[in-house]
Every structure is written in C-alpha cells, then in structure tokens.
C-alpha cells in the first residue's frame, strides 16, 4: 500500500493524521526538505533527489509487499506529486497536507472560490489565462523563470518563499517587478468589467 | 489578538501549528462539530450554534485583550470564516486547515490547478460559470438547496459528507441525481471542445 502524505510547507505544519501514516509505515520516501520540515521518527527513511519514472517505478514495487508513505511538500494535489502518482500501477491513498496556495490565501485574506489557481512551475503562463480576470482574481504558481511582461502592466502582489527564511511579500507593477525565488506566487486581483 | 484556525473536516486533522495554537489561548470559539474533530485540552471553550454580526463583534472586543481563537471546519479560507472575519475591526491572523476540497480532490486525484472552485452554499449556481468546462474541470461546493438541472444532462460525480459517517461517493448524470446533505461536493468533468 502506498500513501502520498502531505508534508505541508512550514515547520509542525503535517497533521496528526500525517504524522501517524509515517510512524506506522514500514518506508518513507521524501525530499531532505519535506523530512526537515516534521520531527518524525521513522523506520526506514529513503530521501530523494529527483523524482523521475524509476523512482515511482521502485516505490511502486515497495508498495506491493510493504506500507510505504511519499512525502510531499504541501498538499500532494496541489501542482504536487498526487497528479505524477495517479499514473502508476498500484493502490494509492492520498493524504492532504497544508499547501502554499492556502498561505497565501490566508495572507491575502481571499477565499479559495474567489480565485483560478495556475500553475506556471517549468511551464509558460498561457495568456488566454487572464480572461479569468474578469470573474476571478488569478494565483500563479511560479518559478524565476516567470516571463512576467504576459501579465502587462497590471498591479500584483507577490508572496516570495512562504515559510521559509527569506519569506517576501510585497506589491509591484508587473512591468516593473523580478522574480528572485522559485518558490513564488503572484496574486493579480479580478479585473471589474464596467 | 485573533488567530482563526482550520480544523480540518476528519478527526485528527489539525495539523501540529493549529493545536498549539489552541493549547495556548485564553478562549476557544468554535462550533461543536469543530471541537469534535480533535482532542485537545483548551481554557476556556465557547460553543457557538450561529456565526452573526453580534457574535463578530464579541469576538473582535475579547481579542483586544486576549489571545483568542476561532475555529474554523475545514480551512478558513475555503468558503470560510476567514472571508466574513476579515471585515472586522481587529488583528486577525489566520492558520489553515484541510478542507473538503482537498479531500475530493484527493479522491478524485485531480490537481487544484486543473479545477474551478464555486462556493454554492446558500446561493444559486450561475449557469454562465458553465463557461469554465472548456479549461477546467468545476468543483462545486453545493447543499440539498442545489438545483442539478442547472448542469443539464452532463455526468457529475457527487461526494456527500466526506468524513463523516454516511460518505458516499458515486458517479451518475445532473439530469438523473438527487442532493441528500448540505455537504456535498460536486465534480464536472472538463470538455474537450472539438
């Protein structure tokens, strides 16, 4: 049995839930930041540098005979690993964790249903996006390499490494501003159409 | 000073920040569903069966002085407290929590950022956010109130109480379904437009 459990994004940020599925679990694979962020002991602990097909491919023969749990960074639905898992020839489980969206959100004081999420992690931002605009404010998920002139010249604000020790949030012109950090989110507020 | 926290929708869903959070404050107020969800020795406990403007206020004049909390079900900010608390007079910070709409969205293993969010609570669908099929998928937060003809004959998948007792999951067409909780979560596929 494989269990994708979400590590949330900030210290003591995995539920109880979280922490339990990982004391019981016979392996748990996780990034050297997912295992920092929790103070769990486990069995076995297997930490990842990159999370390519053999690697599922190995986690998927694990899972067969043993319980073995996946952290992942924030929510494992989330632009996370849940959408890669959901393609893998085994029995999987979800288990939610606190994502950067619902920090951000929680920041900007805005509800989830008062927005589109995007994500814009090693992929371009397809202009046609900003036609939300006009029923929804926009949150993009995005990396250094962010081509911020497609938002214009609109207002956003942009919330910089939630969580960790360089956290930033500050407001700008997106003709004006940089993307120093690939942990960023970018917050463009709904356009009212008069 | 005001922190509103997310219970989460399962026991044992809070995650380790939220219930420090708790063991740490002057007063709780929360609904008793929400306390229900964790097991945590807290000073003063103060059940609320309504959330109106007078309960706001009492809230906002006690967390002048001190360290108050108010318990949210799932996250704040998902068709939350957080939205109708950021109206008030006060300092309010806010922790998130598990919503029910990563819980669907781990049962349908379907990213975050391949779904449209609407809040049906207590309001009607409009039928022009039919228009999102044609990039997103809809999750559409709904109670018994819900007028299912408004999706047409489209296929839905309808997931009721999610951690309660009676959850149900089942797939079956808008045309042909019926709405039983006032917790219910609805998925439409997106359309491939040809």
């Known amino acids: 049995m494989i269990w994708v459990v979400g590590a949330g994004i900030c210290q003591g940020q995995i539920t109880e839930r979280g922490r339990e599925l990982l004391r019981r679990a016979d392996v748990v694979y996780g990034s050297r930041r997912a295992f920092e962020l929790m103070n769990v002991e486990v069995k076995e602990k297997r930490i990842l540098t990159r999370f ?42 979800i288990e939610p964790g606190i994502s950067s969206v619902q920090l951000a959100l929680a920041k900007l004081k805005v509800d989830l249903t008062e927005v589109v999420v995007v994500d814009c992690h090693a992929r371009d931002f397809d202009s046609s996006l900003l036609d939300f605009l006009r029923y929804r404010h926009l949150l993009i998920l995005a990396d250094r390499r962010f081509d911020l002139t497609k938002l214009g010249k609109r207002r956003v604000v942009i919330l910089e490494n939630l969580c960790m020790e360089n956290e930033m949030v500050r407001e700008d012109f997106a003709d004006s501003a940089e993307i120093k950090s690939d942990y960023t989110i970018i917050f463009l507020e709904k356009e009212v159409v008069e």
Request: glycine share 14%; aromatic share 2%; net charge negative.
């Open 52 to 93: 390519d097909d053999s690697v599922f491919e190995e986690i998927a023969r694990e899972g067969a005979g043993k319980e073995v749990v996946v952290l992942s960074t924030g929510d494992p639905m989330v632009a996370g690993l849940g959408r890669r898992i959901r393609g893998i020839d085994a029995e999987v489980e």
